[in-house]
């Protein structure tokens, strides 16, 4: 089973930068989309960017041309560049897996991490 651990969450202010990292417990070569959401309070989750095989990258529209999501193979990581970065920006964001367990997809999440941005 996938195992996911996000980091570089925190504070930062309006039209700040951070990058997120999420590293697998497998190598990522084995997984068929990684990607990222988030949950702002009382909202419900979202995505925000996904990559599938290939290097398909797919971006949320609130998030597009601020947002990169790239993959460092020999560590097994997955990254969230987050630039120009607005308030409405603030959530806990959670790293996803969904990788093929025998001959079924199962999904794996991280435990989340929170970025706040101040105006």
């Known amino acids: 089973q996938v195992q996911l651990v996000e980091s570089g969450g925190g504070l930062v202010q309006a039209g700040g930068s951070l990058r997120l990292s999420c590293v697998s417990s497998a190598s990522i070569f084995s997984i068929n989309t990684m990607g990222w959401y988030r949950q702002a309070p009382g909202k419900q989750r979202e995505l925000v960017a996904t990559?599938?095989?290939?290097?398909?990258?797919h971006y949320a529209d609130s998030v597009k041309g601020r947002c990169t999501i790239s993959r460092d193979n020999a560590k097994n990581t997955v990254y969230l560049q987050m630039n120009s970065m607005k308030p409405e920006d603030t959530a806990v964001y959670y790293c996803?897996?969904?990788?093929?367990?025998?001959?079924?997809?199962?999904?794996?999440w991280g435990q989340g991490t929170l970025v706040t941005v101040s105006s």
């Open positions: 996803y897996a969904r990788y093929l367990s025998g001959l079924r997809y199962s999904e794996a």
């Open positions: 990559m599938a095989g290939g290097d398909i990258n």
